[in-house]
């Protein structure tokens, strides 16, 4: 290649050797359109050359390489078209047998005497080992053996080969007549290996200089080039998203300013004395992290997350008292209606005989109560404001608003938050999940949140049980579940959904598609009507009942007028009906780990025992078996996260989270938990210098975090 015509980082695609404009269009889908896109473009996984075997060693279905000499080929051809040629390859360890199906090109292209290369999966046919389709690699006489290649293979569109992407890849990587920036100073990138001990970097090492990796990313020389070469991107990857995470951590704590919420001992004290019981040893620890939280005049951001039934309300409600206690207001934002009523009858019931005064704004309220409302809210007589999301659009206003409690996290984000800006003035924030996050997740997606746990279960109540069906259970258990009833316990039965025409639950969103093809609530509930629970009072609950008849069977549920209810997920959150104590859960394959979680947390509510009983309909695809094996063996909500995450990978999370973060490219959120770790702590470290602001060497990392983060997490500029 001369001069004029060397390749640089911008050089177009088309331009490149043998490419030319139609398949340019083609590598765009791809979002490739210059050389340093291909760069960028990672292999998702590799070809290894197969280990290289005696023919007497070579065992059935198992890769391998060997090298040999023809000693015979023969085409048979049956048709036009239709052709087998056989050859058979020979050396010092035995012969093997080749088959090649309509490739006539063959016969001609091994010669008898020809050394060739043969690699693939063996079979045993007999005593005769047959490779069908091998790759082969024709070696000159005396040639050594080649140097076996790691191959890349590369994620594909229509009309571009893989064949294709490894030549131009090559192309660029052997014809580039420029380097690639390097971002990470070459002390950062020393300091990075230490901690890197966990991706089998020597620690004596360093991480690859950028080209280096680049260069091995995509043609290791061997497995050790290889792995330094990922090593180096993935800890990239990781350390730009911890730095723009802990960025925006920090600038948070400078720009935005929030009310202090002081706690002396004797607001503590009379706080804790209105709960009816003592604070568990988590609660208690928990509660601690939120007071030094808020007596920042910054805003607290600290997700809260426990198993339903863990106290975690208790918590939300000792932080909304100490925003009352400062002379503030705290509202509370519940995921549906039901809920949200929930919510205000526990605090009002909480609070009765105090001066603090409970609001909530609802859907069902009449104009004029609505009215009301908002107008004391906007005075300040409403101390406590109850309400789902819909009252940040309702033109809310708080008279002075100290603390903001979200239940159920996913779909608050950023924006929801503007809307409680007030004068220059944020709220605290206290999210509360009943839905576990791996810690890896948490660790990237609320990578900007303080996170609190609440593990442990408050006194008194009883256990849960559950169990996984076999066949021939059925009777069984209905037996056992009429005899709950008969000692006065209620009963839960789920179905996955409402009839068998339309797809998914509304409220919440299911978590699993629910397919057309299984059993309805409808006709679970007839069927049970007209059969095994004939003698009890059951009734039915699902999304598309409209906002009064739910109501109206969950309060029949509630005083126990009704013994069983036959439902959707609806139930999934929001009932708390301490005497139901079993639960039937049909067509169990249908549903997601965290959702089975909850619905369980339902049964978990008294000092009774619960149980669980999880049916499924049709087959069972393996990951679903796992994932129900996984349900009934471990009551924890962390647990099942991790398995949940394992089994599932973090899709659902990142897609919930509407975190609007960009996927990763090269590193793997569960694979490589512990360099995001090690990431995080670097990134803290660096973020607290005036130096990673200022200094000239790391102008060029703030530069990618800005251009890949900057936006999304409102970054400003760093300059
Ligand atoms: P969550 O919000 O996590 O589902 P809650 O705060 O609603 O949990 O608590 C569940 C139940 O346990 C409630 O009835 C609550 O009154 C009770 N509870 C909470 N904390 C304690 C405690 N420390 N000791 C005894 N009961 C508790
Ligand atoms: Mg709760």
């Known amino acids: 290649m001369t001069e004029s015509n060397a390749i640089t980082l911008s050089t177009q695609v088309q331009y490149l050797q043998g490419v030319g404009p139609a398949r340019a269009k083609r590598l765009e889908k791809l979002g490739i359109h210059t050389a340093q896109q291909l760069l960028f ?6 070809e290894f050359p197969a280990p290289s075997c005696s023919i007497d060693q070579i065992q059935d279905g198992v890769i391998c390489s060997l090298v040999g000499r023809v000693e015979d080929v023969d085409l048979i051809t049956r048709s036009p078209g239709k052709s087998i040629c056989t050859a058979i390859i020979a050396n010092d360890s035995g012969a093997v047998k080749l088959l090649f199906f309509n490739q006539p090109f063959r016969a001609e292209q091994l010669m008898l005497d020809q050394q060739v290369q043969v690699s693939g999966t063996p079979k045993l046919n007999g005593l005769q080992v047959e490779f069908t ?25 229509e009309g571009v080969k893989q064949t294709d992407m490894r030549r131009m890849t090559r192309l660029v990587i052997d014809g580039l007549s420029e380097e690639l920036k390097e971002v990470m100073p070459g002390d950062l990138r020393r300091r990075s290996a230490e901690v890197l001990g966990v991706q089998g970097i020597d620690v004596n090492d360093e991480l690859f200089e950028i080209n280096r990796s680049i260069r091995g990313l995509h043609f290791p020389k061997d497995e050790r080039d290889l792995r330094y070469s990922q090593a ?19 600038r948070l704590s400078v720009e935005r300013k929030a009310p202090l919420l002081a706690s002396s001992s004797m607001i503590h004290a009379r706080i804790q004395n209105r709960f009816p019981f003592p604070l568990t ?56 209606e039901v809920l949200a009523r929930q919510h205000f009858r526990t605090l009002s019931s909480f609070l009765s005989g105090t001066k603090v005064r409970v609001g909530i704004l609802s859907g069902s309220l009449s104009a004029s109560e609505r009215r009301r409302t908002l107008s004391e ?11 789902t999301q819909a009252l940040l659009h309702a033109g809310v206003q708080f008279h002075r608003l100290g603390l903001c409690v979200v239940d159920e996290q996913h779909k608050f984000g950023v924006a929801q938050r503007e809307l409680l800006r007030r004068g220059g003035q944020d709220p605290h924030y206290l999210v509360m999940s009943a839905t576990p996050i791996p810690r890896s997740i948490a660790m990237t997606l609320f990578g900007d949140t303080d996170l609190s746990t609440l593990r442990e279960t408050p006194p008194g109540r009883g256990v849960v049980h559950t169990y996984l069906s076999h066949a021939g259970w059925k009777d069984r258990w209905w037996k056992f579940v009429r005899e709950r009833l008969d000692e006065g316990r209620q009963v839960y039965v789920v179905a996955p959904m409402i ?119 049709g087959d069972t695809d393996p990951e679903s078996h796992e994932r129900l094996k996984v349900f009934s063996e471990t009551n924890d909500g962390f647990e099942l996260a991790e398995a949940d995450f394992r089994l599932r990978g973090p899709g659902d999370l990142f897609g919930k989270s509407q975190s609007g973060l960009p996927p990763l490219r090269i590193a793997n959120l569960h694979r490589d938990h512990d360099v995001m770790v090690a990431a995080r702590k670097l990134a803290k470290e660096s973020v607290a210098t005036e130096e990673f602001f200022a200094s000239d060497q790391w102008h060029e990392l703030r530069a990618q975090v800005l251009r890949r983060y900057g936006a999304r997490l409102d970054l400003g500029d760093l300059a």
Not at 232 to 250: M, P, S
Not at 543 to 552: E, L, N
Request: charged share 20%.
């Open 41 to 46: 473009f990672f292999p998702r996984d590799y």
């Open 133 to 157: 389709h091998p790759k082969v690699v024709m070696l000159s006489p005396d040639e050594e053996t080649p140097e076996p290649e790691i191959l890349p293979t590369y994620p594909l569109t």
């Open 499 to 617: 009839d068998g025409s339309e797809a998914v639950e509304q409220e919440p969103a299911a978590e699993h598609e629910v397919r057309e093809d299984v059993s309805s609530v409808e006709s679970v509930f007839e069927d049970l009507c007209n059969g095994l629970l004939a003698d009890y009072r059951i009734g039915l609950l699902h999304g598309r009942m409209d906002q009064d008849c739910k109501q109206r069977v969950m309060e029949e549920f509630q005083s126990g007028r009704l013994q069983v209810l036959v439902s959707t997920t609806v139930i999934e959150v929001g009932i708390d009906v301490s005497n139901a104590t079993v639960m039937t859960i049909l067509g169990a394959q249908k549903f997601g780990l965290a959702q089975l979680h909850q619905l369980r947390g339902r049964v978990s509510r008294g000092v009774h025992d619960g149980h669980v009983c999880i049916f499924t309909d």
């Open 281 to 336: 040893a988590d609660q208690t620890r928990v509660i601690q992290e939120i007071r030094e939280d808020v007596s920042n005049p910054y805003p607290m951001n600290r997700l809260l997350q426990g198993d339903v039934g863990s106290g975690k309300t208790v918590v939300a409600i000792y932080a909304m008292l100490l925003a009352v206690a400062n002379q503030h207001q705290a509202v509370l934002m519940a995921p549906t």
């Open 377 to 387: 809210t906007q005075s300040g007589e409403i101390h406590l404001l109850v309400g």
């Open 232 to 250: 180096r991107l993935i800890f990239q990857e990781c350390f730009v998203l911890q730095l723009a995470l802990a960025i925006r951590q920090k």
